[in-house]
């Protein structure tokens, strides 16, 4: 988790555009979920965190992460990783 969240960071310090993180926890224990939760209510303004209980797999994961980011609308360019 800590070493996911640096990345988001190091992209906001320095990409010189906007950017905003759908973050999916995808079956997610407790304890992470926890920290994830914090993580996006810390910096609401670029990461949205998307729950699912149990593990969708990657595919679906993905898609639930990038569906989040279409509603919320008005990005040029989308992406997705995995860690």
Known sequence: VAQAQE???A???YYPGKLHFAVVANGT?????A??????KGWKDI???VESETN??????SNMGLDALRRMGGF????VTND
């Open 7 to 9: 990345a988001i960071l």
């Open 11 to 13: 992209f906001t310090r």
């Open 29 to 33: 224990n407790k304890a992470n979920l």
């Open 35 to 40: 920290k994830w939760r914090e993580f996006a």
């Open 47 to 49: 990461v949205t965190l």
């Open 56 to 61: 969708v797999g990657y595919g679906a994961g």
């Open 76 to 79: 040029d360019l989308y992406g």
